[in-house]
């Protein structure tokens, strides 16, 4: 089984860039392909970005379309997501999960959950 580590969340104000890393251990990640979810206070979890696990399909929220970008080092057993031009509504928990064959958007599909990190954007 893998184990996901989730890091890089912090306060920052509007217009500003984050990348968040998912550090995996106990498998590779070549196994794996890899979503990123969100969750606000009062919200439902949602899908933010995927990658598949080559790394040649990715697959993004039509709210970050264009502003996050994902990523995978196989190097370093890490996936990322780089976050930039940040809103406040981008204000959340980000989850790094991970799945066997195929990406997808819904949480369900995903077995292995990071303990998440909180990105908070003031206006």
């Known amino acids: 089984q893998v184990q996901l580590v989730e890091s890089g969340g912090g306060l920052v104000q509007a217009g500003d860039s984050l990348r968040l890393s998912c550090a995996a251990s106990g498998r590779t990640i070549s196994t794996y392909a890899f979503g990123w979810f969100r969750q606000a206070p009062g919200k439902e979890r949602e899908f933010v970005a995927s990658i598949d696990q080559i790394g040649g399909i990715t697959v993004y929220a039509d709210s970050v379309k264009g502003r996050f970008t994902v990523s995978r080092d196989h190097a370093k057993n890490t996936v990322y997501l780089q976050m930039s031009s940040l809103k406040p509504e981008d204000t959340a928990v980000y989850y790094c999960?991970?799945?066997?064959?195929?990406?997808?958007?819904?949480?369900?599909?995903?077995?292995?959950w990071g303990q998440g990190t909180q990105v908070t954007v003031s206006s």
């Open positions: 999960a991970a799945r066997t064959y195929y990406s997808s958007s819904s949480y369900s599909a995903y077995s292995y």
